[in-house]
């Protein structure tokens, strides 16, 4: 069983990171003094719900976290800094600090470190999250203690909701593009200028051709904008929803 920790101070050690191609150090004070920051603690750089679910949502949700008094918002995994860096930059996640635990020195003091031999990983984190007030931990949600690797309690809506539960959250937004497409620029610069961020799907990218547009959404042209979930269509319709609020 897991034990919380709230109301106690985070453990003081200093992670050893990368910048550029130089190692930094970062102590717990550097990170937490004086600010309002949100944690969110995982297995591992590049495993599957990591990377589609907990790090992408807590992303996404990052200007509302910090529109709701948050200053920073820390990945941290029991990982080196080559792997930790090599992560961000595959996930383009540029609202999140991605912080390792190569040691596992601080997972191991918060009580949080688990064997992961079975896998062939080693020590590891388990999944948790929690707020940090000037470097005291006012909030942790744990994950279940159960086998394989629960996603429950962790996620960034989950904290959002303890921060702010009146918080308006962001339309999620999705357009399928496709290389030198003026439509599909004029369509992205729409949406950026009314202040909607959105996921970019590229044709010819990872295997996506028009048979999985045509497969997904029904058309055969490019932009193809989504909102919510609801199909808006190309630049045209999406300027005619923009203008109608």
């Not at 909102?227 to 319709?237: H, K, L, Q, T, Y």
Request: proline content about 5%.
């Amino acid at each position: 069983m897991f034990e919380s920790r709230e109301n106690q101070s985070v453990p003081a050690v200093t992670f050893r990171t990368r910048e550029g191609n130089e190692w930094k150090d970062v102590t717990s004070d550097d990170l937490f003094k004086g600010k309002n920051v949100v944690v969110f603690a995982l297995p591992g750089a590049f495993t599957p719900t990591c990377s589609s679910t907990h790090l992408p949502r807590y992303n996404e949700l990052a200007p509302v976290l910090k529109a709701n008094g948050i200053d920073d918002i820390v990945c941290l995994s029991v990982n080196d800094g080559f792997v930790m860096n090599a992560w961000a930059g595959d996930q383009a996640a540029g609202n999140i600090r991605f912080i390792p635990d190569g040691n596992g020195e601080f997972t191991d003091k918060m009580g949080m470190l688990v064997d992961k031999q079975d896998l062939g990983f080693g020590p590891r984190s388990w999944r948790y999250s929690m707020l940090v007030k000037d470097g005291v931990i006012d909030r942790m949600f744990i994950e279940p203690d159960k086998a394989g690797d629960p996603f429950e309690v962790s996620d960034a809506d989950t904290m959002l909701k303890y921060i702010n539960g009146e918080a308006v959250l962001p339309k999620r937004v999705t357009v399928f593009t496709k290389p030198g497409c003026p439509h599909c620029a004029r369509a992205k610069k729409a949406l950026a200028d009314s202040g909607y961020a959105f996921e970019e799907i590229e044709l010819g990218s990872r295997g996506l051709s028009y048979s999985s547009l045509a497969a997904v959404t029904g058309a055969g042209t490019t932009p193809q904008i989504y909102i919510e979930g609801e199909r808006i269509g190309g630049a045209d319709e999406l300027e005619a929803w923009l203008q109608q609020g």
